[in-house]
């Protein structure tokens, strides 16, 4: 399971750096523009060139409309300014059609430009509060469009988390659905260490995180802290060993 970490400026990406060893991917957004929201190009820029060359970065496009030229051009931004993973929030689509619409710009947009990047198809837990697509639907409509990757996400950060929203069971049915579909799967949304064993049961390949890594557990107003990425890390690889241990077994 890679872990994906979100900083959302440059002096929070230094912090990344510190970090580096502890961490995966640094993905950049802008809290306080939504779930999902867009930083950027330019702070997307001076992210990339303040962490690790190793170390991919991924960038939000918002948590998008249905408009698939207007997030098709927002993609292409993101994957022009050194993103490698783009992410798209399917926010405003109402039905699968219409996200399938949309990601199929992104797809074209950004592998026209940069064939290796790596496109997101980002839904929400908490779809029934904003309207949006069901959380099931994500890895068909990823896999409809040619993206490489389905997330699930929560839309309202009001305390509410991942599970409380989709329970562990059935995010390890999206993450099934994904895998039967050949994508990676990614989930985050107020995700806490105590989250970490189901994560690693059910086959979660990135999870994502900022608050858990943040003083005071604060998204917002906390800022990260390499020593907290390092103790979040830690607990990742306890679980994991624990759950190679435990694989033997139910085999």
């Known amino acids: ?16 750096a510190k970090a580096a060893e502890h961490l995966d991917i640094v993905d950049v957004k802008k809290p306080d523009e ?9 702070v997307i820029r001076e992210i990339r060139a303040a962490v ?5 970065v991924s960038a939000t496009v918002g948590d998008v409309p249905y ?6 051009q927002a993609a292409l931004g993101a994957a022009v300014s050194g993103a490698t993973y783009i992410k798209v929030g399917l926010y405003g689509c109402t039905t699968p059609e219409q ?3 949309v990601m199929r710009a992104v797809v074209r947009a950004v592998k026209d430009h940069r064939p290796d990047a790596l496109v997101v198809a980002s839904g929400y837990a908490d779809a029934h509060r904003v309207g949006c697509v069901n959380p099931l639907a994500l890895p068909d409509i990823a896999a409809r469009a040619g993206a490489d990757a389905a997330m699930l996400d929560t839309a ?5 988390r991942l599970f409380d929203h989709v329970p562990p069971d059935v995010c390890g049915e999206f993450v099934r659905r994904a895998h039967a579909a050949g994508l990676l799967a990614a989930l985050a949304g107020s995700v806490k260490q105590d989250d970490l064993g189901s994560l ?4 979660t390949d990135i999870v994502g995180v900022r608050g858990a890594v943040c003083s005071d557990g604060d998204r917002n107003a906390g800022r990260i802290q ?24 139910l085999n």
């Open 1 to 16: 399971m890679l872990l994906l970490i979100s900083p959302d400026g440059v002096e929070e990406a230094l912090a990344c």
């Open 34 to 42: 939504g779930s999902l929201g867009a930083n950027f190009p330019w």
């Open 52 to 56: 690790p060359a190793d170390k991919p």
């Open 67 to 72: 408009k698939p030229g207007t997030v098709a």
């Open 99 to 101: 996200g399938v619409e």
């Open 156 to 160: 309202i950060k009001d305390g509410t």
């Open 200 to 203: 690693t049961r059910i086959g």
């Open 226 to 249: 390499p020593h907290l990425v390092a103790a979040f890390r830690a607990e990742m690889d306890r679980q994991a060993q624990e759950h190679a241990a435990d694989a033997p077994a």
